[in-house]
C-alpha cells in the first residue's frame, strides 16, 4: 500500500478526472484516499489547490508513459493512431463514458481562474506534444509538420471524448479517428510538405 | 431590462460558460443577476440544478443562432468553415482565452455524475449536429458524409478549445481548421462518396 501521501495524490487525480476540480471537495478526497482529514494540509499546506496540481502532473506523466506502449511496436504510423483511437473508444465504453481525458475537464474549468492549475494542465499537454513530436520526427517527418499533426490529433480526441460522453456514444471518436488518419498518412505519403 | 427570472438565467448561462457549473454558485449568480436570493429557488424549486439545465439549452440556442450568420452568405463551404474557426481564434484572444464553448465545461464535469445535466448538454450538441448537417445536404452532400463532418467539425472545434484555453495560444484552432478544412473540400470534390 503506497503511503498516505501517494494516497491521497492518487485518489486526487482520480475524482478529478472523473468529475473535475470544483466538484471534487478534501472530504471527499481523504476519505477516497482513506487518509486523515489533517494529513491533506500536513502534506498540501496550499490545499486543494497545491495538490490538484501535484495531481494533474501525475496524471498526465502516467498517460505520457502510455505512449511508447501504443506507438512503439506498431510500424504503420496509421495503424498506431488507429489503434489508439479505437482503444479510447473502448475504453470508454467499458468505463460507462467515465473515464476519457485525465486533465481536459480541470483544464477547463481553471483556464481563466487558477493561474497554477492552467500552468500545470500547460505543461501536461506541452509533455504529450512534445513527446509525440519527437516520435513523428523519428519516424522521418519535419518538425513543423509533425507539431501539426500532434497537436491535430490530441485536439481531435479532446473534442471528441467531449462529444462522446455527452452523447454517450463512441460515434465522434470513430469519426475523429478517420479525420487525423487521414491526415496523418497524407503527411507521410508526402514526406512532410 | 429583462425580468428577474431571465437575468438568473443568463447570469448562470455566463458563469457556467467561464467557469463550469459546480465552481458556480447560486450566491454568485443572484449577485450576477442582481436579484434577490430568494428568487432563485421561487423561479427554480429544483435549484442549482434545474437553473443550469435551461441556462445549458439557452446557450445552445444562442449558439445555435450564429450559424445562419456565419455558413448561410458564404458560397463556398471551405471558406465558411475556415471563417468560423478564425473568428473564434480572434474572440478567444479577444477574451484573453476565456469564451470558449458554452457548454463543453459543464459537459465534461457533469457527465458522469448529472443525468439531467449530461441530457441538457447532449440535447445541445444534437441541435448544433442536426443544424449543420441540414447546411450540409443542402450543399448536396448525402447524409450520412454531411453528419461525419459535422461531428468532425465540432469534436476538433471543442478539442482545439480545450487545447487553446489552457496553453493561451490559438495554435490549436489553426491546425484543426486546416484539418477539417481539407476533410470538407475532399468530401465536396469527390460529391461525398
Redesign the interface.
Given at each position: 500500500m503506497p503511503d498516505t501521501r501517494q494516497r491521497i495524490v492518487e485518489a486526487s487525480a482520480e475524482l478529478i478526472r472523473?468529475?473535475?476540480?470544483?466538484?471534487t471537495g478534501v472530504k471527499q478526497i481523504v476519505a477516497a484516499a482513506r487518509a486523515p482529514f489533517g494529513s491533506l494540509y500536513h502534506f498540501f499546506p496550499g490545499g486543494k489547490e497545491e495538490l490538484a496540481a501535484e495531481a494533474i502532473g501525475l496524471s498526465g506523466a502516467l498517460y505520457l508513459e502510455l505512449l511508447p506502449a501504443v506507438f512503439d511496436p506498431v510500424p504503420d504510423l496509421g495503424a498506431a493512431v488507429r489503434a489508439f483511437f479505437s482503444g479510447a473508444a473502448e475504453h470508454l465504453r467499458a468505463t460507462?463514458?467515465?473515464d476519457?481525458c485525465p486533465i481536459?475537464?480541470v483544464?477547463?474549468?481553471v483556464?481563466?481562474?487558477s493561474e497554477p492549475l492552467?500552468r500545470a494542465?500547460?505543461t501536461v499537454?506541452?509533455s504529450w506534444i512534445d513527446a509525440g513530436v519527437e516520435r513523428l520526427v523519428a519516424r522521418g517527418l519535419p518538425e513543423a509538420k509533425a507539431r501539426?499533426l500532434v497537436?491535430?490529433v490530441?485536439?481531435?480526441?479532446?473534442?471528441?471524448?467531449?462529444?462522446c460522453?455527452?452523447?454517450?456514444s463512441t460515434?465522434?471518436l470513430t469519426?475523429?479517428e478517420?479525420?487525423?488518419v487521414?491526415?496523418v498518412e497524407?503527411a507521410l505519403a508526402s514526406g512532410g510538405d
Open positions: 472523473n468529475q473535475g476540480y470544483a466538484a460507462d463514458y467515465a476519457a481536459a475537464t483544464a477547463l474549468e483556464s481563466s481562474t492552467r494542465c500547460a499537454f506541452d501539426e497537436v491535430g490530441i485536439a481531435a480526441l479532446e473534442g471528441a471524448f467531449v462529444l460522453r455527452a452523447l454517450r460515434e465522434a469519426v475523429a478517420e479525420l487525423v487521414g491526415a497524407a
